[in-house]
């Protein structure tokens, strides 16, 4: 993981950007440095969260769990996480692909659902107190600030498209997320 690209992705995400645009992207680089290390923050803090804080429900903390189910949900967590990014990544392939100009491979897609994520799964540590999930809220409006960037820099998307096909992957994602929770659930995996 390079602290400089993640320190530039939230203070000055225009040039970082710019300089992503210009490097070849790699699917395994992103998924091993970036993704993985990443989706793992918010995973281990909601673990830690959901085993130590309250005994039962209660308003400020949420729901205690035994080790073992909150381990599970730990890690049901790290890979839904995971999957959403590589989804998100493939929505925004897809949809670049039909705009005229737009220069999109599964990769730099990747590039930009992993860079964009970035404040979202960082905010993730604030988990380890569940109540302090409204620091993840402002996180996201990063996120959708970064992705509406990436996908105009890195996958030349036009401006007033970007705006539009950002709302559509979003939709989308929250589509493919409840069914794959849905089907998760009914299996008795979550």
């Known amino acids: 993981m390079n602290a400089r690209r993640i320190a ?5 995400p225009e040039a970082e950007w710019a300089s992503i645009a210009r490097e070849p992207p790699a699917v395994g680089v992103l998924l091993l440095r970036y993704v993985i290390p990443l989706c793992l923050i918010p ?11 309250s005994i039962g429900w209660n308003p400020l903390h949420g729901y205690a769990l035994q080790g073992d189910r909150a381990l599970a949900t730990g890690i049901a967590n790290f890979a839904f996480l995971v999957l959403s990014i590589l989804i998100l990544a493939a929505i925004f392939h897809v949809l670049a692909k039909g705009e005229r100009g737009a220069r999109s491979t599964y990769a730099s897609a ?15 540590v604030f988990l380890v107190i569940p109540v302090m999930v409204m620091l993840t809220l402002v996180a996201c409006l990063h996120s959708l600030y970064l992705y ?26 929250c589509i493919s997320s409840m069914a794959i929770g849905g089907i998760a659930s009914a299996l008795g995996l979550i």
Not at 43 to 53: C, E, V
Not at 110 to 124: D, E, K, N
């Open 8 to 12: 530039g992705m939230i203070f000055h």
């Open 43 to 53: 995973s281990i803090a909601t673990t830690i969260g959901m085993t130590y804080f």
């Open 110 to 124: 990747l590039q930009v659902a992993t860079y964009g994520a970035v404040p979202v799964l960082l905010s993730g």
């Open 148 to 173: 509406n960037g990436g996908l105009r820099t890195v996958l030349g998307v036009g401006t007033s498209e970007s705006t539009i096909m950002l709302g559509i992957s979003i939709v989308g994602l």
